[in-house]
């Protein structure tokens, strides 16, 4: 597999007071070349830290990093030239159209004029090109940030949280842009805490916590290996629901008042042990598997995770990171290690 991005062994630290914070924490990241690549997790879990390592913003404790096979920061001024990011809102002037901000980078760097045209159209602002910045949506002015790295028509594209902000309709422009983009043969990196519009968009992920990789793959098989369906349950009384679900073999989560059971497709092996103890469900919900569950089971204890009930049935509001009850095997092409799926949090 050619890698456009990899990371091994990355490592980061920042000064916490007396001590030092572990941002990010032996990272060993691969990022194909050609397509969507969503680097997900949650917020604080590494990935803007990351980013700015690989663009040389931010020197890397240790550890190597490779962008098109070249190590970085060593490297970089030979292939800055195939990577544009969006890594914090770029200025433009307000009162310029969106052609004449592009205009002025275009001439800037020495890119051809034409290629203004070219980026307002691949990023579908071709009507709006002649509107002033001022009176953009911020989903147009994200994608005039995203026209202005094609202008030197990069072969990877750096994307920190892109739709941070946006209302649906304008990450759903994105997408679309991301998509078209990938589908191009460019790489994209696209880093989010938001699942949706990942899962619709992304070729393969990356998803970390604490700085660590927690799982990799395409989509479908980071589903496949971890995303086992779920049952949601409604039930007046949830903790001696979620005592004897757990009793009876199965991973039982809080979901605010209801159950989220894994460990078995059947609907019917709740309804039957919970009436067993005289508890009657008002509400069983059969889900698909998702990246979403898959992220929230693999995440939970770095705050986004709901308090869940243990195979002891001990409630624990901040589990140990990236703790299913049984993670399955990595399947191939998941390079993930047991370490990182049964270690504890930072330790910095
Ligand atoms: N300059 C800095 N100095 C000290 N600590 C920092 C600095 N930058 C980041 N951190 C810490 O490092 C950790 C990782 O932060 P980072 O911004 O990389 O995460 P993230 O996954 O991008 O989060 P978000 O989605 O919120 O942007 C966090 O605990 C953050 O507080």
């Known amino acids: 597999m050619v890698l456009a991005v990899e990371t091994l062994g990355l490592r980061k630290t920042y000064r916490a007071g007396r001590g030092r914070h572990v941002a990010v924490h032996g990272l060993d990241l691969q990022v194909p070349a050609g397509g969507v690549h969503g680097f997900l997790g949650p917020n604080g879990s590494g990935k ?10 931010v020197r890397a404790d240790s550890g190597t990093m490779r962008i098109f096979d070249q190590p970085v920061p060593e490297q970089l001024p030979a292939v800055v030239g ?33 290629k203004v045209t070219e980026v307002l159209e691949q990023t ?8 002033r910045y001022r009176g953009y949506s911020l989903g147009m002015k994200q994608r005039l940030a995203i026209a202005a790295t094609l202008l030197k028509s990069p072969d990877l594209l750096i994307f920190d949280e892109p739709t941070n902000g946006l209302d649906p309709a304008g990450i759903r422009e994105i997408r679309q842009t991301m998509r078209r983009l990938g589908d191009q043969g460019r790489t994209v990196l696209v880093s989010s805490h ?39 349950v409604t039930v007046a009384q949830p903790e001696a629901a979620a005592e004897i679900l757990t009793r009876g073999g199965l991973t039982v989560q809080r979901a605010g008042a209801a159950l989220q059971v894994h ?25 698909r598997a998702d990246l979403e569950s898959v992220f ?9 995770g709901d308090t869940h009930t243990t195979a002891r049935g001990r409630r624990r509001a901040d589990a140990a990171p990236a703790a299913p009850a049984a993670p399955a ?8 290690s047991d370490r990182s799926l049964s270690t504890g949090g930072a330790d910095a």
């Open 296 to 304: 929230l089971a693999l995440t939970s204890g770095e705050g986004l």
């Open 124 to 131: 579908g602002l071709a009507e709006r090109g002649k509107d």
């Open 194 to 232: 938001i699942l949706a519009e990942v899962e619709q968009v992304a070729d393969t992920v990356s998803i970390i916590g604490h700085g660590r990789l927690l799982a990799a793959g395409s989509v479908a098989d980071v589903i496949g290996a971890r995303g086992a369906p779920a049952v949601r």
């Open 263 to 287: 460990g078995t497709d059947e609907p019917a092996r709740i309804t039957y042990l919970l009436a067993q103890h005289g508890l009657y469900v008002s509400e069983l919900v059969a889900q």
């Open 329 to 336: 095997a990595p399947p191939p092409g998941t390079p993930v």
């Open 48 to 57: 803007t830290t990351t980013i700015r390592m690989l663009l040389g913003l």
């Open 82 to 114: 195939r990577v544009g990011a969006i890594v914090e809102s770029p200025k433009f002037f307000p009162a310029f159209t969106g052609t004449k901000n592009l205009s002025l980078l275009a001439e800037a760097i020495g890119a051809p004029r034409a």
